[in-house]
Structure formats: C-alpha cells, structure tokens
C-alpha cells in the first residue's frame, strides 16, 4: 500500500498550525484543574474533625472493611449483565437498516430476540436471580 | 446446515430438561438420541436432503468431506457419551449442562468443517473452545480442575487475539474475509500483500496453539492433566481433529495461494519435527497414564500436521483415517482410564488377569495408536507418510516421522507390559456387561476400518 | 489521516496487550491485557473497512458501492460479542478460583507441574 489513503474527509494540509486549538484546549483543561485545586487549597477554611475525615458515602455511615467477600450472587448478576447487555448491539445495524429490510428483517430479529429469551428463561428457572434465599 | 441447527436446537432443549427432567440417569438417554438424531440429519445433508433453506451468502461451503467428518465427529460423540455416560454423571449435579455444552461444541465443530468466511472461522473457533472452558473447570471443587480451567482460559484467550490480529491483517491486504478469494477474479488487488502474509503467520500460529502444536503446545499437558478424565477424552479427540479439519481448508485455499511469497512446507516441516520430538520425548518419561495419554495427543497432533504439509488427496483422506482411529482408540482408553483409582502405570498392574476384556481392548487401542499392521492407526500413518512422499519433497520428514513412530511404541507398549506381564491386583470402578460390549465393539470397528479402509472412503464419494 | 497511523497505532496496543499477557502475574491484569488485544484489533477492522472503501471509490472513479467494507463493520460487532461471552466465563472461572485459594495471581497455578 505505496499511496496514502485518508479516512477522514478533512483537507490535510500538514500543517503543524492544525494543531494549535487542541494545544490551546489542552492547555486550558490543564490550567483550569490546576487553578481550581489551588484556590480552594488557599481560599478554604481548614477544620479537620474526625467525622470530617471520614469517607462520605451519602450520608450513610460506613463500617468495616471494603474488601471483605461479597455474597457470590453479585458477581452473577454482573456476568449476566454483561452478557445480555452487550448483545444489544445486533440491533445497532438492524436499526441503520430497519427500512430496507422490511418484515423479513423483522421476523430474523425477533428469532434473535427469542434466542435471547430462552437463555432468560433459562437462568430464571434455574434460580440465578433469587435475592432471597 | 442440518446439524449445525440440529445440534444447536437439542443443546437448547437439554439446557430445559435440566429443570424439567428430574431423573439424573434419563439425561444421558436424551443425549444419546439427540446424537442419533444428528447423525441422522447429517447423513440427510450427505444425500442432499437439507430440511432448512438458508442463504448464507458464500459464509458456508458445503463439501462431502466435510460431512463426512461431521458424521465422524457425533459418531464419536455419540459412543463416548454411551462409554462414559455414567461417568459424567458422577461429576456433578450439573449432569443436563455438561451434555448441552457438548452439543455446543459439536455445533462449533459443524461449523469448522463447513466455513468458507474467516468470520465463521472465528465464531466456529470460539463456539469450540468457550464451552470447553466450562467443561475443564466442571470439577469444581478440586484445584486442579480450577487451575487448568484458569490455564486453558488465559492461553486460550490470548490467541484468538493473535488470531483475529491475523484475520484483521489479511483482511487489510484482501479486501474480503472469504476464504475462496474473489481477488483474483478482480484487478484490484493482485500480487500478495505484505499484510496478507503477516496475518497468515498469525493465523498460523493461534492455530498451532488451538491444536497444540509446538512450539505452542506447553498449556496442553497441564490441561489435559487437571481437566477430569472424561472432559479430557473429549477434549483431546474430537476438538482437536475438529481443528485439524479447519486448519487444512485454510491451509490449502489460502495457504497455497501465497506459497510463491512463503515456504510453507519450511514451516511446517519444522513445526511438524518439533512436536514429534517435544510429544514423544517427554511421553516416555511420565509416570501416570493420563499425562501419557496427554503428551502422546501431542505427537499424535505432529502425524495429523503431515496432512498440512503436503496439503493433496491423501492428506485429505489420511487425515479422516486419523480421524476416526485416533478418536475411537483415544476414548476407549479414556473410558477404561476414568473406572481406574489409581491412573499411574502400576494402577494397570495385572488388568489382564482380573478384567481380561477390558486389558484385550485397551491393548487393540494402543495397537491403533502406536500404528501396528492390521489396525487402523497403521493406515493412518501409511496414508499420512504416503502424502509427503507424493510431493517428491522433504523426504527427511518422513524418516524423521518414522522414527517417532518407533519410539512411541515404547510408551504404549510399557501400558501392555503392566496390563499383562505384572502381577497387581487393580482397583476400579464398577460396570456393567454393557460398558464391555461397548469396548469390544470399538476394538471392532478399529480393526475393521484398518482392514477394510475403502468402507470408510467409499463415503467420500457414493 | 494516512492509514499507517491507524495501523501503528493499533500495533502499539496489540503490542501492550501481548507485553501485559506476558508479563503481568495477576490473572484480571491478564484478562484486561486480552481485551486490549481485541479492542486494538477492532480499531485496525474498522480503519481498514474505511480503507477499502476509499481506495474502491478511487478506483471506481468516485462511486463505490455504498456495502464496500461493511463486512469488517459487523465483524466488529461479533468480536464484542464473543468477547463479552468469554468475559462471563472467564470472569466465573477467576471467581471460583478466587473462591479456593484466595488469590487471583497466576504463580498460583504450579499445582499440575511435577
């Protein structure tokens, strides 16, 4: 592949001046954290109390150690989502092309679908998403 | 495309026996007629009876070898699922899902022997393998078990990332994924790219990895070991000639193609000297049959390469005879394996005298792999010999293989030594009359085929 | 932007993947690594769909066929796909090994030498 092929439909003029407003944002994003950190770091009254100091987790009162086991359930559910989320994404083309493929696209994605449901089904009856035990 | 929907379909309907069905032992019956009835419906698709009309649109290619390996592959199934139904059972309460798995790798191998689409290649590899992950970890308590699940993941992960890097490659030099390339027809893109060769020897190696080729064949021996016994004989046989089918149809359409850019049989040949080599050498220094049994699929993987190799009429049908000889002999071994307590060479003290039936058969099956005459492991071997000395190149390679093949005689031979000529009292599982009959129709089949072998190529073409 | 950047950039991450794969001991780090694998082979699908598109419409002078490349589009979407189905297996099995020894690092895993 000698002959450079461009992706993009911009005019490439190579010129390094085409690079000067992502500087300038860069530059921006930059300045501005570091402003704000140190102004509230010199404007800000400090009074450190023990309940201050104390990991805010919206108001309600934290105990023990993060890292202790969870109930294995949660784990299942988060592969499950993981699953059935990212199968969502067949309907990314089918949505691009709902028009054009008419009825008989629609009759594929519903068997799509039904797939899917199966495998709900599935993971229903063999009690994957009882909380209470 | 029969099978590929059938085996899909009755892997969805044993997933809802599992909580419809109460009855542990009816499983095992489910299954074995969902086999019957795939087998059944591939050898429809055989004859041009194809119950579902379905374009695929050049993603599938259909050809009479490749049916006639499908219906290899659930026969196979279909007897290891009756050998060591009772097994499975004994692993766990998760007897429904062990036999819905097996029906979603056999969907996968359906679609391996079939693909004409690097997309189906990767979909049929990963059909194949994700559920195989499952089934090493199914022993879920034993660490072992975990470990080689954990193992077989990782690596296996991480190349089919090398494959789709590959795949990806060769898409950028083509222009298509299809594997009959419609380039040449097209002025766009003659001559072989650079990417196209790079993504080919990425290919070649995530392939090498799937069928534990060396140099990447390190993950087999510990997996093949840590998996329970029954996983592991369907893992060792059907999957990996599963591979072998699609490396073949790769090799020879792409493959072939680039040659002019690429020696291939370079390659392959010292792809082929190494896993003789690694397989056999360190075979004959293990002291547990099971990771024998592992280190000898390795080498038996170095004979199936040969077919790659040479990549003509008899490495097509040499690879089918491998096929057929080395899965049957393998599962054999497996079932009488997992009725062992003890799977070192000592727990094989003695067989003869107590279970004379099941030392006969075990012997007939070492006989098919170590390729002694009048079995079907010898014609094999003939056949996959044969192909190299019809390319008229290479030569070495065969005296080479030769020689390999001797030297794995050592090691299935000191299984018969303990079987026959040691005094020991085994220990083992109880079975039924059935099981027996099951082994002495499997040494049957072994010495049929290798005396009559134009029964089974006979199929290829009437 | 020329093709070569897309494809440098996406061998970089192939390459950071395949360091992490090999040289980190922490099964998730691993697992990451992969991903970032796959990810970097979806950059390079895509970059090379819009190529073969352009280069058709260069030769077709200016009028490609409006399908050109989309196959290496949808291939994307089944790479996603298979990567979160092997995700859920992998993330179980790293689960019930966790569940066993209490550590996810693979030096762990020296129990089938011997």
């Known amino acids: 592949m000698n002959s450079f092929v461009y992706l993009l439909d911009t005019v490439v003029t190579g010129n390094s001046a085409d690079y000067v407003p992502i500087g300038i944002q860069i530059i921006f994003a930059a300045g501005f954290v570091a402003t704000v950190m140190i102004a509230t770091h010199l404007l800000g009254p400090k009074r450190k109390t023990a309940e201050k100091l104390e990991n805010f987790a919206s108001g309600i009162e934290s105990h023990g150690n993060a890292r202790q086991p969870l109930a294995i359930k949660y784990f299942l559910v988060a592969i499950l989502f993981v699953l059935f989320d990212v199968e969502v994404i067949f309907f990314y083309p089918y949505a691009v092309n709902f028009k054009s493929l008419g009825w008989y696209g629609f009759i594929e994605v519903l068997l799509f679908v039904c797939f899917f449901l199966t495998g709900f089904i599935y993971i229903i009856k063999k009690g994957a998403l009882k909380w209470e035990d | ?462 | 932007m020329p093709i070569q950047y897309y494809i440098i950039l996406a061998a970089a991450l192939f390459c950071i993947g395949v360091t992490g794969v090999l040289i980190r001991r922490n099964a998730i780090i691993i697992f990451m690594c992969v991903e970032l694998m796959l990810n970097s082979v979806n950059l390079l699908l895509v970059a090379f769909s819009k190529m073969h598109y352009a280069i058709s419409s260069a030769n077709n002078k200016g009028t490609a066929a409006i399908t050109t490349g989309t196959d290496a589009q949808l291939f994307v979407f089944f790479i996603m796909v298979v990567a979160a189905a092997e995700v859920s297996v992998g993330l179980a099995i790293i689960v019930m090994m966790y569940r066993n020894v209490h550590s996810t690092d693979v030096n762990f895993l020296n129990r089938l030498k011997n």
């Open chain 2, 1 to 462: 495309m029969n099978a590929i929907i059938f085996s899909a379909g009755w892997g969805i309907i044993m997933m809802f026996c599992s909580f419809l069905v109460k009855n542990q032992s009816s499983y095992r019956h489910i299954a074995a007629v969902g086999l019957l009835v795939l087998l059944a419906a591939n050898i429809f698709d055989t004859y041009g009876v194809d119950f579902f009309h379905i374009d695929s649109g050049k993603m599938l290619a259909y050809t009479r070898f490749g049916f006639v390996f499908n219906s290899i592959a659930i026969a196979s199934t279909l007897i290891y699922v009756l050998l060591t139904g009772r097994d499975i059972e004994r692993l766990g309460r998760y007897t429904a899902e062990f036999f819905t798995l097996v029906f979603f790798v056999l969907c996968g191998v359906c679609l391996l022997s079939a693909y004409n689409n690097l997309l189906m290649l990767f979909l049929g590899i990963e059909i194949l393998t994700i559920p195989l992950y499952i089934l090493t970890g199914s022993d879920k308590r034993n660490l072992k078990s975990n470990e080689a699940a954990l193992k077989y993941f990782l690596m296996g992960s991480f190349s089919t990332g090398l494959m789709l890097m590959g795949i990806a490659l060769m898409y950028g030099g083509t222009g298509t994924f299809l594997l009959e390339s419609s380039r040449l027809q097209s002025n766009l893109y003659h001559g072989i790219s650079f990417l196209e060769i790079v993504g080919l020897l990425f290919l070649l190696a995530s392939m090498c990895f799937k069928v534990s080729a060396a140099p990447f064949h390190f993950w087999t021996p510990d997996v093949y070991d840590g998996a329970p016994s029954v996983v592991t004989s369907f893992m060792a046989t059907i999957v990996k000639v599963a591979g072998f089918i699609a490396f073949l149809k790769l090799c020879t359409v792409r493959m072939s193609v680039t040659s002019t850019a690429i020696d291939w049989k370079l390659i392959f040949s010292i792809i082929i000297i190494l896993t003789l080599l690694f397989g056999n050498i360190t075979a004959i220094f293990q002291q547990s049959v099971k990771r024998m049994l592992a280190y000898s699929s390795i080498s038996q993987a170095g004979f199936m390469l040969f077919a790659l190799f040479s990549m003509n009429e008899y490495a097509s049908k040499g690879l089918l005879m491998y096929s057929v000889a080395y899965c049957l002999a393998t599962i054999g071994l497996f079932a009488v394996l997992v009725k062992m307590k003890d799977v070192t060479f000592e727990g094989y003290n003695g067989l003869a005298k107590t279970q004379p039936v099941l030392a006969a058969t075990n012997a007939i099956f070492l006989f098919s792999l170590a390729g002694i005459p009048l079995t079907a492991g010898f014609l094999a071997k003939y056949y996959m010999l044969a192909s190299i000395i019809k390319t008229g190149t290479y030569t070495w390679v065969v005296v080479a293989g030769v020689l390999f093949a001797a030297i794995s005689v050592y090691y299935y031979f000191r299984v018969i030594q303990a079987m026959y000529f040691k005094n020991g009292e085994p220990q083992m599982e109880s079975f039924g009359r059935s099981f027996k009959l099951g082994l002495v129709v499997l040494a049957a089949i072994i010495i049929i085929v290798g005396a009559f072998p134009q029964a089974l190529f006979n199929w290829l073409y009437f």
